[in-house]
């Protein structure tokens, strides 16, 4: 079936390190991909996306790497904030091309 | 406001009742999608509608789910008979352009507990 998995649940980084968050996908036909932000009670919120015909988009510290040969995705976040501690959330488009397939996603804690 | 707004915030029902989460989209987004999160756990898609369409329902888990969307707007996602795995936080999202090959903007949530 259409998953899409994390490597770590939880990263935990001192306040100015680079943060990597990883994301394996499983629909090689996938075509566009995207990283949302989970506080604590609230929804998520979008961070950064890329389609299938990049291997890299950068955003305001944050970059999207994407490796279609081993369907591997993952976010950089430079100079990592308290503000940045959330649930970081993977997605991809289901077969249909209606849906975002979500991972578990993986806890970010930043400590000063 | 401008944002995806849900209601209610937090629901407390008791098993076997029926419950109705709703929706109000960003205005102007034809896109429509329901997700569920477990405690701990990634989001779940439930349904999505765009436009005039026949609704994707391919996520609901059981019959007891139902959802509508009137008027190309607001959107209610409805549980009959509620059971207590049904408890969960129901997410609702919009989306200007069609399909999931864009950016989704979400609501809050709607926190659901079934005792």
């Known amino acids: 079936g259409e998953s899409v998995g994390l490597h770590l649940p939880t990263l935990s980084v001192q306040e100015g390190d680079n943060s990597i968050i990883n994301c394996a996908y499983s629909?090689?036909?996938?075509?566009?991909f995207i990283w949302y932000k989970q506080e604590s009670g609230k929804g998520p919120q979008f961070i950064i996306d890329?389609?299938?015909?990049?291997d890299k988009r950068q955003g305001q510290r944050v970059t999207v790497l994407l490796n279609k040969t081993v369907k591997h995705l993952s976010l950089q976040i430079a100079a990592t904030q308290p503000g940045d501690s959330a649930v970081y959330f993977c997605?991809?488009?289901?077969?249909?091309?209606?849906?975002?397939?979500f991972g578990k996603g993986t806890t970010l804690s930043v400590s000063s | 406001g401008a944002g995806v707004s849900q209601s209610p915030s937090n629901k407390v029902t008791e098993k076997g009742k029926d419950v109705e989460l709703r929706c109000d989209p960003i205005?102007?987004?034809?896109?429509l999608y329901w997700y569920r999160q477990s405690l701990g756990q990634g989001l779940e898609f439930l349904i999505y509608?765009?436009?005039?369409?026949?609704?994707?329902k391919s996520g609901l888990p059981s019959d007891r789910f139902s959802a509508e969307r009137t008027g190309g707007s607001v959107s209610t996602l409805t549980i009959q008979r509620t059971q207590q795995e049904d408890s969960a936080v129901y997410l609702c999202?919009?989306?200007?352009?069609?399909?999931?090959?864009?950016?989704?903007?979400f609501g809050q949530g709607t926190r659901l507990t079934v005792v």
């Open positions: 999202a919009s989306s200007f352009l069609a399909g999931a090959n864009t950016e989704a903007f």
């Open positions: 890329i389609r299938s015909n990049m």
């Open positions: 509608f765009q436009g005039n369409s026949a609704p994707d």
């Open positions: 205005s102007g987004h034809t896109a």
């Open positions: 997605a991809e488009t289901n077969q249909a091309g209606t849906a975002l397939i």
């Open positions: 629909n090689s036909a996938s075509d566009y």
